[in-house]
């Protein structure tokens, strides 16, 4: 694929390189939800996608240096990435996202919803994990990036509280 003698250390760096941006890539894509929520599924899929992808990255060499190399080398990848993105904004932005307002003064903002692919059930099953019954009695409830549901009540003063966001997923 890179052209290179298969094993050599050069080939595993760039196979684990694009592999580490292939990934990244497909995890933004899936959203915050995704990332928020770990279930017995998503477990699954992701001990399944380390396994496909170690191929990838290390082609025939399954000696302990190409796995060490694979390893240092999403490390390293790992920390630049984090490094030019906190001094490139829009990087930043296009990596990690940003939140989405999923109720404004106890409505629902359904556009967010939808675009995040989140139910008014779930959004229910949140604000009852935080004691809230009633969506009048919310000022505000976010999706951050993290897949976290932070909610601010009407009476509240400051401060948020944050949950995971849970609920049942469609497994495609």
Not at 13 to 40: D, H, N, P
Not at 68 to 93: D, E, G
Not at 125 to 130: C, D, G, N, S, W
Not at 149 to 157: E, M, Q, R, W
């Amino acid at each position: 694929m890179f052209n290179l003698d298969p094993g050599t250390l050069g080939e595993i760096i760039l196979r684990t390189v694009s592999v580490y941006f292939v990934l990244l890539f497909g995890l933004r894509i899936a959203g915050k939800r995704e990332l928020g929520q770990m279930t017995a599924f998503d477990l699954v899929v992701i001990l399944i996608i380390s396994n496909a992808v170690q191929n990838a990255m290390v082609g025939p060499d399954v000696s302990l240096t190409g796995g060490i190399t694979a390893a240092l080398t999403l490390l390293v990848v790992n920390r630049i990435v984090n490094l030019i993105a906190q001094r490139v904004p829009w990087l930043r932005q296009e990596i990690t996202g940003s939140p989405s307002l999923l109720v404004h003064e106890g409505a629902l903002v359904e556009e967010n919803l939808k675009r995040e692919g989140v139910t008014p059930d779930e959004v229910m099953q949140a604000l009852r994990e935080h004691g809230v019954d009633d969506l009048q009695q919310i000022k505000a409830a976010v999706l951050e990036v993290d897949g976290t549901i932070s909610v601010i009540s009407s009476d509240a003063t400051s401060g948020r509280t944050r949950r995971r966001l849970r609920g049942r997923k469609p497994m495609g």
